[in-house]
């Protein structure tokens, strides 16, 4: 299977651990974004990456969080003294260049206890 | 700011009816629509896009929507119903605001078709 990848596919921690998740997109993307999803919501954007360049970062994204593509390959995103509204799924899209349509990952569940 | 909408949270259907899941949107320019599908604890799933053209778009598994400028509509449609049509969907428009193609969802309309 050569779609978006991500790891892990579930993730329960307690209230101020850090976590961290990673995604792999479809070889060759050179697009790659992070969406969180909360229960009954669409898909919300976090980030977004143009090969290594982290290009736009919305302000859902609070200081808490960081995203890396150091080779603009995979990506992580880290979740530091994790809170228990962080508690959603989080999503990974990658598009080629040019194209519109983005291409999804399963998803990461974080549940903060 | 580009929005789209999902009236309804749920739409009903028996297996063999034709199906039609509604979206409206709000936008500066010319629309960039989508519907994804979703299933329990996967991701989502890329069924059709519109960009310029045609207003009937055809997608995966059979399904189409039909944009609408002056109703500024883009509801999606399929002829007969499957059980297994039964997930999540959502309507989503591409944001304007700068040159990164991010997608600002709806919040999704759960399909249920009975046998």
């Known amino acids: 299977d050569t779609g978006v990848s991500q790891d892990p596919r579930h993730k329960i921690t307690k209230r101020g651990q850090n976590v961290t998740f990673r995604c792999d997109p479809i070889?060759?993307?050179?697009?790659l974004y992070w969406y969180r999803q909360t229960l009954g919501q669409g898909p919300e954007f976090l980030t977004y990456?143009?090969?290594?360049?982290?290009?736009?970062k919305s302000r859902l994204l609070s200081d808490r969080f960081s995203a890396e593509r150091p080779k603009g390959s995979f990506s992580t995103l880290e979740i530091q003294r994790t809170e228990q509204g962080d508690s959603a799924m989080y999503l990974c899209?990658?598009?080629?260049?040019?194209?519109?349509?983005?291409?999804f990952g399963p998803g990461t569940r974080l549940t903060v206890t | 700011a580009q929005s789209v909408a999902q009236p309804e949270d749920q739409v009903n259907v028996a297996e063999g009816n034709p199906l039609t899941v509604k979206c409206t949107y709000s936008?500066?320019?010319?629309?960039?629509l989508f519907w994804y599908v979703q299933y329990p604890n996967r991701g989502l799933q890329f069924l059709l896009k519109?960009?310029?053209?045609?207003?009937l778009v055809k997608g995966s598994y059979g399904f189409e929507a039909e944009f609408n400028k002056s109703q500024t509509s883009f509801h999606l449609k399929k002829p007969s119903a499957l059980v297994s049509d039964s997930a999540l969907y959502f309507c989503?428009?591409?944001?304007?605001?700068?040159?990164?193609?991010?997608?600002?969802f709806g919040t999704g309309t759960l399909l249920a078709v009975q046998p």
């Open positions: 990456f143009q090969n290594e360049a982290q290009l736009e």
């Open positions: 989503a428009v591409r944001d304007y605001g700068g040159a990164t193609n991010k997608l600002i």
């Open positions: 519109y960009i310029t053209g045609d207003n």
């Open positions: 936008v500066s320019g010319n629309p960039y």
């Open positions: 899209a990658s598009s080629p260049g040019g194209a519109t349509e983005q291409y």
């Open positions: 070889s060759e993307h050179n697009r």
